[in-house]
C-alpha cells in the first residue's frame, strides 16, 4: 500500500458514511455491488503473484473476499475500533468462525451459561465432539470465571449483555483473568451494537456480530463479522473461513454497508425509546418485572453505565399470570409484531420460553430466569408513545381475561 499523509481521526458517524468506500473507475456516488463469483488477471505471471500475495484491491474468489464484502469488513472494523474484519455469511458462521479457529482437542474453554441457543450447540455439542472441554458459568459473578479459568483455558466466550435476561458481564475483568493464562477473549456482542462498543479497548481479542440485527436493523438478510487485530484475522480466522466456505454475499455486504451509515441514528433513537418505554412501564399493574439495564434498579446498572454510552435497544418483562397471560398479552399487541428477530426498526416481541429457548430444559430456563410470563421487547423506530399505548392496553387486555 501506498504511504498515505496522515488524516485526522474521524468521528464515528462521519466514518459511518465514508470508511472503505472503493470507487471503480466509474466514480458512482453509491458503493457499487460487484456481484461476481470470480477476477481476471492481465497475464499467467499476475495471476501466480496474486496467488502469493493479494494486495488491498486485489481478489481471487469470492470465497475468499469481493470488493463490496471488503468495503462491509472496512467500515465496520473503523467503527468498532479494530484492525481488521472478516465478513460471514450469518452470525453464527462467525461465532463457529471466531471458536473452531482458535481452538484444537485438549483445549478448555469457559463460557458464561447465559447464551444464544445456537450459541449453546457450538459449545456443548460441536467443540466437546472434537475433544474440547467446555466448563459454564454464571457469567456475571467473576469468582466463577476465576475458579473455572486454568493453564489450559485456551478461550473465554460470553455474550456482553445475555438474551434475553439482560445481563451485563464485565469485559475488563473477565479480560484479565482470561490473559492472565494467555487465553483469548471472544465475545457475542450483539446486544452492545458497534454504536455502543468499546469492546476491544476493555481487552476483547475477537469481537463478533450477527449483523441481522441492529446492522441491518430492517429485517432483510442475514449476515456476520468477526473483527480483532490484522493478525488475528488473517493468520488465524481467515485460513479458517476461507477454506469453509462461511463468506457473505456480497448482495448482502452491500445491504449491511448502506445500513452501516444510518446504523447510530438507527440505534440510538431505539435506545432513547426503549429507556422512555422502560420507564413508563415500571410499576405498571400486571407486570412483576421490568428488565433493563438502563433502570436503577438493574443489578449490573452501574457496570453498563460504565462500559456503554446507552443500555440498548431491548428490554425483557415479566407478566403477571405466567404463559397464559403472556400470550393473551402478546396477542393483543397492534402495532408490535411477533416474531424472533430484534434490532429491527419494527418493533418486535418474543416469548423465549416457547420459542428461541424452548430447547432448554425447565430446569437450565429456571437457571437463566427464563420464567414462562416473560416476554423479549425489541424497540424499533415507532414513536415510543405509541408504543407504550401499544403495551399498556395490551396490558389491560391479558389482566381483563
Ligand atoms: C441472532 C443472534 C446470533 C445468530 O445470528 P444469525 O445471524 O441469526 O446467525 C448470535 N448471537 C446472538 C446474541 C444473536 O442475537
Given at each position: 500500500m501506498k504511504d498515505a499523509p496522515a488524516k485526522p481521526v474521524l468521528k464515528p458517524r462521519t466514518r459511518a458514511v465514508h470508511a472503505g468506500t472503493r470507487r471503480s473507475q466509474y466514480g458512482e456516488v453509491s458503493e457499487a455491488m460487484f456481484l461476481t463469483q470470480g477476477f481476471v488477471y492481465d497475464t499467467a505471471e499476475a495471476a501466480e503473484a496474486r496467488f502469493i500475495e493479494t494486495g488491498p484491491d486485489e481478489f481471487i474468489y469470492g470465497r475468499y473476499g469481493n470488493p463490496t464484502v471488503a468495503m462491509f469488513e472496512e467500515r465496520i472494523a473503523s467503527l468498532e475500533g479494530a484492525e481488521d474484519a472478516f465478513a460471514t455469511a450469518s452470525g453464527m458462521a462467525a461465532v463457529n468462525g471466531a471458536l473452531v479457529s482458535l481452538l484444537k482437542a485438549g483445549d478448555h474453554v469457559v463460557a458464561a451459561r447465559a447464551l444464544f441457543g445456537s450459541c449453546l450447540y457450538i459449545l456443548e455439542e460441536v467443540l466437546t465432539r472434537y475433544g474440547v472441554e467446555v466448563t459454564f458459568v454464571d457469567g456475571t459473578e467473576l469468582d466463577q470465571w476465576r475458579a473455572a479459568i486454568r493453564p489450559e483455558t485456551k478461550a473465554v466466550f460470553f455474550e456482553t449483555i445475555s438474551n434475553p435476561t439482560l445481563e451485563v458481564i464485565d469485559i475488563a475483568s473477565v479480560a484479565d483473568l482470561a490473559h492472565a493464562v494467555g487465553a483469548k477473549v471472544v465475545v457475542d456482542n450483539v446486544f452492545a451494537t458497534p454504536v455502543y462498543s468499546n469492546a476491544i479497548a476493555q481487552g476483547v481479542d475477537l469481537v463478533v456480530y450477527s449483523a441481522t440485527k441492529h446492522i441491518d436493523g430492517q429485517g432483510r438478510c442475514l449476515g456476520g463479522v468477526i473483527l480483532g487485530t490484522r493478525e488475528m484475522i488473517r493468520k488465524t480466522v481467515e485460513p479458517y473461513m476461507k477454506h469453509t466456505g462461511g463468506a457473505m454475499s456480497p448482495f448482502n455486504a452491500w445491504v449491511l454497508l448502506k445500513s452501516l451509515e444510518t446504523l447510530d441514528l438507527r440505534v440510538r433513537a431505539q435506545s432513547d425509546s426503549t429507556q422512555t418505554i422502560a420507564d413508563a412501564l415500571q410499576g405498571q399493574a400486571g407486570l412483576s418485572r421490568v428488565i433493563y439495564p438502563g433502570l436503577s434498579d438493574h443489578p449490573q446498572h452501574a457496570l453498563a453505565a460504565r462500559m456503554m454510552d446507552r443500555p440498548g435497544t431491548v428490554i425483557a418483562l415479566d407478566i403477571e399470570g405466567g404463559q397464559a397471560a403472556a400470550f393473551r398479552f402478546l396477542n393483543a399487541l397492534q402495532i408490535i409484531t411477533i416474531s424472533n428477530n430484534l434490532g429491527d426498526a419494527k418493533s418486535i416481541i418474543t416469548?423465549?420460553?416457547?420459542?428461541?429457548?424452548?430447547?432448554?430444559s425447565e430446569e437450565q430456563r429456571d437457571r437463566l430466569g427464563i420464567t414462562r410470563g416473560l416476554v423479549r421487547l425489541s424497540v424499533g423506530l415507532e414513536d415510543p408513545e405509541d408504543l407504550v399505548e401499544d403495551l399498556r392496553s395490551a396490558l389491560a387486555a391479558a389482566r381483563s381475561a
Open positions: 416469548h423465549p420460553a416457547t420459542t428461541t429457548h424452548q430447547r432448554l
